[in-house]
């Protein structure tokens, strides 16, 4: 059973900077797409970045810049996230899937398999 366990979220004023964790665990293949999401209080779900197994990434043109995403040989995803804002509060949730598209980045609309808990970021102004 895979599971993906998401931490590094907290409280932090703008400008500051939180790095997210997520851990995968049951067997996860090494391939595949991983990505962050997030969700505000009465807003849909949206991507913030994407990776594939070979490092290409994505990014939200809301974050592109100031946060930073990485995975390693673990299957561990992390979200360096820099210069935050208020409108960087809400949810955040990583997802892993064992496939990826054959070209190009993992979209954000990508079926991803495997969903975390969520970690909660609250940024104050």
């Known amino acids: 059973q895979v599971q993906l366990v998401e931490s590094g979220g907290g409280s932090v004023q703008s400008g500051g900077s939180l790095r997210l964790s997520c851990a995968a665990s049951?067997?996860?293949?090494?391939?595949?797409?991983m990505g962050w999401f997030r969700q505000a209080p009465g807003k849909e779900r949206e991507g913030v970045a994407s990776?594939?197994?070979?490092?290409?990434s994505k990014y939200a043109d809301s974050v592109r810049g100031r946060f930073k995403i990485s995975r390693d040989n673990t299957n561990t995803l992390y979200l360096q996230m820099n210069s935050l804002v208020a409108e960087d509060t809400a949810m955040y949730f990583c997802?892993?899937?064992?496939?990826?598209?054959?070209?190009?980045?993992?979209?954000?609309?990508?079926?991803?398999?495997?969903w975390g808990q969520g970690t909660q970021v609250t940024v104050s102004s």
């Open positions: 049951g067997g996860i293949a090494s391939s595949g797409c």
């Open positions: 990776v594939r197994s070979d490092g290409y």
């Open positions: 997802a892993a899937d064992p496939d990826e598209p054959y070209g190009g980045t993992c979209p954000f609309d990508w079926e991803y398999r495997y």
